[in-house]
């Protein structure tokens, strides 16, 4: 167990004043929320997007924190604790940083971090990036929204980029793992909430930007605004990976100091792709780098797959890692969980899995699936309760168009009436190919009993994900396991 003495820990602090002392005691863990606190802690009143740390005080007292870090000037009136002792700091978020990487040995300067931000394609570069990272010889650790991992341990992803303290603690096991980087998944939230602060990137990747989180952000610029502050803090000699087929990537040239290297299918770029091919079981291209031309195959397939490969090669060959390596990497790396996760069985027709919950990232997945040999692409998707709202007809209106038939369901409704979810989606519909079948199994079995020979079905919205949630409560729930369950039916 790591302990380390209150005097040594809070030495760390650029400016505070203890207003209470008591006994110069061992720290024994570090914490900003009340609900984990245990005897020997120190408690950091934070306050959050969702909640105000100072309000918990006293039930981190009563849980056994040995000291309270504050910035609420009224707090000390509040929380005067007898043996507890009271630290005052200007910025108790700041002071939350300081104090987590003085008591987990600073890892953050062991590491090189590399962060991955956009609507779609985070999570297949952080993939390809470890795949291709790991054949060089380094020992990368990731990041992302399906887990945290690093050297065969994985630990389950709460969000895709955790806290300060969690990110710290995170970033101390990977040290002592023996890792040298972290490729990091870096959300719009973790951006506007500071959550990244004290990391030192030395690249950054842009994926594109479309629609998603609007019911945090508000609007496209906002949520611009908070991806753009990943490439705001790089420094010069930094590398800035962006996609220059997207408008919002071209803004990004402009308000960045770091070493830009652009990647495109359509637009000029210093990395593109021609001569895309693809069927049902991999992708073959030409990558053309500096005059120079290479032949890539790999297992992913589609066009969006074609630019998560482009990120991921821009990035390698800048950051001077020879094609020889890249190559066999990519041609290797099977798949990523949850995206376009082909469900094996024996009827004479496909099953997809994707995690495609935005509306670019359906019409990308679908347009995939129509571009392969098949009949019929029918679709079984819903969408997530308690986000953005105006997302949803525009979800009803791609399915719809561009898959043969479509079951509207439930993905997550949360706090929401799943028939008011559905009642949304349905506004941006204007065909009549569809059902609803609100219960998301009995969807996933209708779409199977309406196959044929041929036929393409796609499971969307979840992906990866084992659980739903409904109301408060979290059900195990997975895609994939339902529709092989139902394949080795007979009673489709």
């Known amino acids: 167990m790591r302990r380390i003495k209150l005097s040594g820990l809070i030495n760390s602090l650029s400016v505070c004043r203890r207003l209470v002392v008591g006994a110069d005691r061992y720290i024994c863990g570090i914490s900003c929320d009340s609900k984990k606190v245990k005897s020997g802690y120190l408690f950091v009143a934070v306050k959050g997007p969702a909640a105000d ?5 006293l039930d981190a007292v009563k849980r056994g924190a040995f000291a309270v870090v504050f910035d609420a000037p009224d707090a000390v009136d509040k929380i005067r604790c007898k043996g507890v002792d009271l630290i005052k700091v200007s910025d108790s978020k700041l002071a939350l940083l300081e104090l987590a990487a003085k008591f987990f040995n600073d890892p953050v300067k062991q590491l090189k971090f590399i962060g991955v931000t956009g609507t779609n394609g985070k999570t297949t570069i952080t993939y390809l990036l470890e795949a291709i990272l790991r054949s060089s ?3 990368p650790a990731v990041i992302g929204t399906i887990n945290y991992r690093c050297k065969g341990r994985e630990f389950a992803a709460k969000n895709t980029t955790p806290g300060v303290l969690e990110l710290q603690s995170l970033f101390s096991r990977f040290v002592i793992a023996g890792a040298n980087s972290v490729i990091m998944e870096v959300s719009s939230h973790a951006l506007d909430q500071e959550r990244t602060l004290g990391i030192d990137f030395k690249a950054a990747i842009f994926t594109n930007l479309t629609q998603d989180h609007l019911d945090y952000h508000k609007t496209m610029a906002q949520y611009f605004k908070a991806k753009s502050l990943l490439f705001k803090g790089l420094r010069k000699g930094a590398i800035a990976v962006i996609n220059n087929d997207d408008d919002f990537g071209r803004k990004l040239k402009k308000i960045t100091k770091a070493r830009i290297v652009t990647y495109a299918i359509d637009a000029p770029a210093d990395l593109t792709a021609g001569q895309i091919k693809f069927d049902m079981h991999q992708t073959r291209m030409n990558i053309y780098w500096k005059g120079r031309v290479f032949a890539v195959r790999s297992n992913l397939i589609g066009r969006h797959n074609v630019y998560n ?22 041609a290797d790396f099977k798949a990523v969980p949850g995206r376009l996760e082909r469900v ?16 670019d990232a359906l019409k990308n997945v679908i347009t995939t699936l129509k571009s392969l040999p098949g009949r019929r692409i029918i ?7 308690n986000r953005d709202k105006s997302k949803r007809p525009k979800m009803g209106r791609v399915a719809t168009g561009l898959s043969d038939y479509v079951i509207i369901t439930s993905d997550n409704p ?42 393409i079905i796609l499971l969307a919205g979840k992906g990866h994900e084992n659980y739903q949630i409904i ?12 529709a092989k369950e139902c394949l080795r039916s007979r009673n489709l």
């Open 137 to 139: 010889g380094c020992f």
């Open 414 to 455: 949360r706090e929401e009436s799943p028939a008011d979810i559905i009642r949304d989606i349905r506004k941006g519909i204007h065909r009549k190919n569809y059902c609803v079948l609100q219960d998301r199994r009995g969807a996933i079995k209708k779409s199977l009993s309406l196959a044929r020979d041929g036929d």
């Open 344 to 359: 094996e069985g024996e009827r004479g027709f496909s099953v997809f899995v994707d995690y495609a919950h935005t509306p």
């Open 309 to 330: 490969i482009l990120a991921a090669v821009a990035y390698c060959l800048k950051a001077g890692i020879p094609i020889s390596k890249i190559r066999p990497a990519i």
């Open 53 to 57: 740390g100072h309000k918990y005080i």
């Open 471 to 482: 109301k408060d409560k979290r059900f195990h729930f997975d895609d994939r396991e339902v």
């Open 379 to 385: 679709t079984v998707f819903g969408c997530g309760g």
